[in-house]
């Protein structure tokens, strides 16, 4: 799953952080978010509600250092996905 979060990185398919992920949801341009499972509560809970009101599935599988690794970033918690052809892919990915 990583790798696939670090191509639509290099294909400039995400975005990364809370308040960056919250605002591109709004506008309707987030398909999935890719929360770390290792985020404070009080992220996890903002990210998880905002992501029910806009009804947008959250993957919550992997640590921030994952994430982090995935991206080549530190400290990474949260990151959008804004393709839907890599959102399948996560989505399948996460059902195996």
Known sequence: ?????GLAYRARKVVLGTENTIEHLRKKKVFVIILANDASLLTQKKIKDKAKTYDTPVIDDLSA???S?????ND????GITDQGFTRLLMDQKRK
Do not use: E, R, S, Y
Not at 69 to 73: D, L, Q, R
């Open 69 to 73: 690794n995935a991206v080549g970033k």
């Open 1 to 5: 799953m990583d790798k696939t979060i």
């Open 65 to 67: 250092f994952q994430l």
């Open 76 to 79: 990474i918690k949260v990151i």
